[in-house]
C-alpha cells in the first residue's frame, strides 16, 4: 500500500505505528482531522491476516469519526487506533500500559476507548500510563453504560423520523421491527414501548430474546420472529441494532417499511448503490452514525468532566439534526447519508474559518 496516497486520498493528518518488544504489541494510530478537537476514537484489536488490512481500518475508520464527531457537534477531530492481535490470546496488563505510553505521547492528539475486541478493562491498564482513556468503568472514572445514551438517540431518531414522514411524533399504533435486542436493541424496545409502539423482535440470542419478551407488555409485542424474516415484516419502521452491512442486494427489496433507523453501525453495504437503492424504494434511511451517536456524546462528555445532564440534551439533539439532514436531502436531492457528510464538511470549514481568529497561545 502506497501510503502517503492513501492519506492524502482522504486527508488524513497523521498516522503512527507502533511496535514493542517486550508485549508484543503491533498496532497503528491514525488521526484523520482535528479542526474540530483533539481526534477521538475507540481502539480496536482484530487478528488482521496483513499489515495492509489494518492501515485500510483504521484509515477508514478515522475518517468515520471525523464526520460522526461533527454531525453531534462535539469539539473532537476523527482518529482511531488498531491493534494487530488475536484479543482471546495476545492481551497482557503490560502491553495495553504500554499502548497507554503511546497514546500519551501524542500529547493529546488522540483520545481511545473501547472498539471491537477491547473491554473498559483493558484501558484501566492503559489509564495507568495516560490521561488520553475514556469509557473506562465507572468505578474507575467511566461514565458507564454507552448503551442508555445510545438507545435515547436512536429513539429521538425514531421521533424525528416519525415527524418528517407523518408530521408528528406520536408513536402509538405504530409498528417496529427491532433487529438484535442486546445491550442497544432492548433498550430501544422499551423506549418505544413507553411511547405506544408495537414490536415484532428478532435476535439469535434466546436469552436475550426471553428478557424483551418478558418486559413487554403482551398486546405490544407483535411476535418474535426468526433472523431471516424480520426484513419483511409490514412495519412502519425497520430498527437495525445487531449487525452491519444489512441493508443490500438481497435485503433491500424485501423491506415493506417507511423508514430505517437503527444503531447498527455500517449498515448500508456500499454506501452510494444501497443508499440509493433505498431512496429508489421510497425508504428513509437515517443515517447511522448520527442515529446511533449517543455513545460517542457521552464518552466524549468525559473529556469536559461528564455530567449527565449535558449528555442528555445533546443526545436528544439528534431529533433536530436528524430533521435538519433530511430537509437538506430533500433540498438538494441527494440522498441522507451523503446529505449527513455535507453538512459535516460545511460545519467543518465554518470552524476553520473561526479558527483563523487569531488568539494567545496558551501557556
Ligand atoms: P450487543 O452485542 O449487546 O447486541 C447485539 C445483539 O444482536 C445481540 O443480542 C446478538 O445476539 C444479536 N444478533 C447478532 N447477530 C444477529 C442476527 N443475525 N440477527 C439478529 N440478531 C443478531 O451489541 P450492542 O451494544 O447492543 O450494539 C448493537 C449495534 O449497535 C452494534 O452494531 C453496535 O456496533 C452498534 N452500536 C452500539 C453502541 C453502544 O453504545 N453499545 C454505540 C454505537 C453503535
Redesign the pocket.
Known sequence: MRIFEEMAKYGHEQVHFLQHRGTGLKGIVAIHDTTLGPALGGCRMRPYETEEEALFDVLRLSRGMTYKCGVVDVDNGGGKAVLIGDPNQDKSPELFRVFGRYVQGLGGRFYTGTDMGTTPQDFVHAKRESSCFVGLPVEYGGSGN??V??ALGVFEAIKATAMWLWGSTELTGRRFAV???????ALVVQHLVEAGGAVYV????QP?LDAVVTATPGEQLLGVVG?EE?YGLDVDVFVP????AILNDETIYELRCAAVV????NQLLDMEKHGAMLAERGILYAPDYLA?????IQVADELQGYVPERVLAKTKAIYDMLLQVYAFSAEREIPTWLAADRLVEQRIEQVKDLKAVWVQKAR
Open positions: 454507552t448503551a445514551p445510545t433487529q438484535g435486542v442486546g445491550k442497544v436493541g428478532t435476535d439469535v440470542s436475550n433472523p424480520i441494532c445487531a449487525l452491519g437503527g444503531s447498527a453501525n446511533n451517536a449517543g455513545g460517542l
